[in-house]
């Protein structure tokens, strides 16, 4: 009988990865749907501050402290331009081009860059089984894209978007140390901080139509904003309490493949063999590197 509270503990943890991947991954053509009404920019950035917002109440309420230690505003910075407006902009612009398929697969390679830029910032050579995901990871993309030759100039920019958002993350998973900050308060920050240059930037060179988004568009506006940056962000830091970083790692892996599958049956995007390899090939290369890390 005393085992029974870890099996408990270990079994939320569980399910609060199942709802965090779940709710990341739904995410892909909510947002792809959504670019049919609004542009990338102000579409992210909105839902990006109101999250900030809503997050900040929430570290409020738990107590955590909303004031920014002296010397951390240059961090701050750094951390949101990497870990905000590089993965959720440079990801929902490149949506525009890509399928949400396609491009959660190309955005969720992150862990393989970030082996490999770990070699020349931190001095970490990668191993023989991270080389070894790196090639699964790359046979993969090419896979998905009917083999690296059928990917059209149509297509470019928004593998291009994709990769450096994964790059660019990754990076930031290396060089930004976590600022001095309460969990709640610190993804706040660096959500207000990462989006509000997103609306001002989606405002001046986007134009949106404000009378443009539908009853869907609102939905998903508030389901974008409530879940995957609001809801997923307290059942992730609910799961790393409860279990290994390394379970939590891996469990991350069922984000592309819901996202495949969801934008599949909510876009009739295409999902047949080629695109099972692919993600049976990048989820295999992940895999492979992040139980490495």
């Not at 839902?47 to 109440?57: K, M, R, S, Y």
């Not at 030759?149 to 920019?157: H, K, Q, S, V």
């Not at 928004?158 to 990076?171: E, N, P, S």
């Amino acid at each position: 009988m005393k085992f029974m509270p870890l099996a408990s503990t270990r079994l939320v943890g569980l399910v609060c990865l199942l709802v965090t991947s779940a709710g990341w991954g739904i995410n892909w053509p909510a947002m792809k749907l959504l670019l049919r009404e609004w542009p990338p920019l102000f579409a992210r950035g909105v839902a990006g501050v109101a999250a900030g917002v809503i997050l900040a109440g929430v570290a409020w309420r738990l107590g955590e402290s909303l004031a920014l230690p002296r010397g951390t505003a240059h961090r701050l910075v750094v951390a949101s331009f990497l870990n905000v407006f590089a993965w959720m902009g440079f990801t929902t612009l490149s949506l525009t081009w890509l399928t949400a398929g396609q491009g959660a697969l190309l955005v969720y390679t992150m862990p393989t860059w970030a082996m490999l830029l770990a070699w020349p910032v931190r001095g970490r050579r990668p191993s023989p089984r991270g080389i070894a995901g790196l090639a699964l990871c790359i046979a993969g993309i090419l896979t998905l894209f009917a083999g690296g030759f059928a990917l059209g100039a149509d297509r470019w920019p928004g593998v291009l978007f994709a990769l450096a958002a994964a790059i660019l993350f990754a990076l930031g998973t290396i060089v930004v140390e976590p600022l001095p900050l309460a969990p709640f308060a610190s993804v706040a920050w660096q959500l207000l901080v990462g989006c509000v240059p997103m609306v001002v930037l989606g405002l001046a060179l986007e134009h949106p139509r404000f009378d443009a988004l539908s009853t869907r568009g609102v939905v998903l506006m508030v389901y974008m904003t409530i879940v995957p940056m609001g809801v997923c962000y307290l059942t992730w830091f609910a799961a790393l309490r409860r279990l290994p970083a390394e379970i939590a790692a891996m469990a991350t892996l069922l984000t592309p493949v819901i996202g495949v599958v969801a934008a599949a049956l909510a876009l009739g995007e295409p999902f047949g063999m080629r695109q099972v390899a692919a993600l049976v090939l990048v989820i295999g290369g992940l895999a492979l590197v992040l139980r490495k890390r």
